[in-house]
């Protein structure tokens, strides 16, 4: 959800979601700096704490860079607010074929570029569509898009895109995601792809106006934007990596919004009379990934003790006073379609010895596991950490900065054994099994 409709600092602010469930915060008695035009600046903290690396749409992997994002870009259509259904954005309308292979969107007209760069048009939407596809562009999505056969510019506001296949999730699955943003094509080509990617442009309600890199990020309020001028007149957002912190600055008036996770911010919070809070569920998981090219987690035996050893309802109430519900499937509750009849596999570390000796390690063995500092990464790996102990696997938290973290899984698989990983896109139950389990998901290396 985005900041453009009226924002003030008792209204929730619904950024990308949280991990299963996520706190957001408006501050209680503080400050509001106005601008000149009469309009209130908000300052936000920047999701999940951590600090932007970069808003090209076709190569952002981190959830902070997103939450940025979508505030700058517009896509083909957008989610109902809680309602994990589509609505028209740039495209007021669509048809899909019978065989679902061609897509044809209807685009608003006189939708306007940040900082000049004129009018959003069909040529517009195919040259991002073209450009997600495109293995030379650097795109991390090209697996999203490897059926897309080809684009075609009716007129200036008509686009129609072709698949070589059916692609039936398309609508829910790809476009209101960040691989379904609009790029203007002729920013891109003038700016080149290294500039682009630190100074965006967009169609979305705010503009890109600068960045301290660690201190903040600041957005402008786009009053072109086709849904009407924002209230705020800037948008600043901070990078706050520990929870306390975000909630004692939030009761000083030093920060209006924020997202957290962690029970012991959520405890705090609630008692504070001054903070106004709303529970947001979201369609994210986090669990554990092996790596079977190394020893032992090569052997089964080893990989179903570690699943036995680990008990899931005991984080989930301990560690997340029940804020984070425990999962034993890829589909969290929101999720459309999802069946109730599911089989379990309880905790049960007895079993999870056995499984060791038979495995040949009755006296257990060493591994680590990559985990991302933000808060709510850290505590579930350090309960993980403790249970493993239990049935003697010791275990080493390799904690890293989340972009030192996000470098290490993808170039340097080869050295981590067990990646505490975290995964949400849609609501569609498709993009949720493609996404985790297609390999064409993943680029090579």
């Not at 940040?114 to 195919?126: K, P, S």
């Amino acid at each position: 959800m985005r900041l453009a409709k009226a924002v003030s600092r008792r209204r929730f602010l619904k950024g990308v979601g949280g991990t299963a469930a996520a706190l957001s915060l408006a501050g209680g008695p503080g400050r509001l700096v106005w601008s000149q035009d009469g309009r209130p600046e908000l300052f936000v903290r920047l999701f999940t704490g951590a600090d932007m690396t970069q808003l090209d749409p076709a190569k952002m992997g981190v959830a902070a860079d997103w939450f940025i994002a979508n505030q700058i870009f517009s896509g083909l259509v957008r989610f109902i607010p809680g309602a994990g259904d589509v609505e028209p954005d740039l495209a007021e309308r669509w048809e899909i074929s019978d065989d679902a292979r061609e897509f044809t969107f209807f685009l608003r007209q006189g939708v306007q570029w940040h900082r000049g760069f004129g009018e959003v048009t069909a040529e517009d939407v195919a040259f991002t569509f073209e450009r997600y596809a495109d293995p030379s562009s650097g795109s991390i999505f090209t697996g999203n898009y490897r059926t897309l056969s080809g684009t075609e510019v009716i007129d200036r506001y008509t686009v129609k895109l072709v698949f070589s296949e059916p692609n039936v999730p398309f609508i829910l699955s790809d476009l209101p995601l960040r691989h379904g943003f609009i790029l203007p094509k002729n920013a891109l080509q003038e700016l080149g792809d290294e500039a682009f990617a630190q100074n965006p442009v967009g169609s979305g309600p705010f503009s890109f106006e600068g960045r301290i890199p660690g201190t903040e990020v600041v957005l402008a309020a786009h009053d072109a934007y086709y849904a009407g001028a924002p209230t705020v007149s800037k948008v600043r957002m901070l990078p706050i990596i520990d929870e306390t912190a975000v909630v004692v600055a939030l009761k000083r008036g030093e920060i209006d919004i924020a997202n957290l996770t962690t029970s012991e911010a959520r405890s705090d919070a609630l008692e504070d009379a001054g903070l106004s809070v709303t529970e947001q569920r979201s369609i994210a998981q986090r669990y554990l990934m092996f790596n079977p090219t190394v020893e032992p987690l090569d052997q089964v035996e080893v990989r179903r003790a570690i699943h036995d050893a680990i008990d899931r309802p005991s984080i989930s109430r301990f560690v997340y006073d029940n804020l984070h519900p425990a999962a034993f499937t890829y589909f969290p509750p929101t999720v459309k379609f999802q069946s109730g009849e599911i089989t379990t596999y309880d905790y049960d570390p007895d079993r999870a010895r056995a499984l060791l000796a038979e495995a040949g390690l009755p006296n257990g063995f060493s591994t680590s596991i990559l985990v991302s500092n933000r808060a709510v990464s850290t505590s579930m790996a350090e309960a993980i950490q403790a249970m493993l102990a239990e049935v003697g696997i010791d275990v080493t938290l390799d904690i890293l900065e989340h972009g030192a973290y996000t470098a290490k899984r993808k170039e340097d698989p080869d050295n981590v054994p067990i990646l505490q990983h975290h995964f949400g896109r849609s609501s569609d139950p498709d993009s949720i099994l493609s996404g985790a389990l297609d390999s064409s998901s993943f680029q090579p290396g």
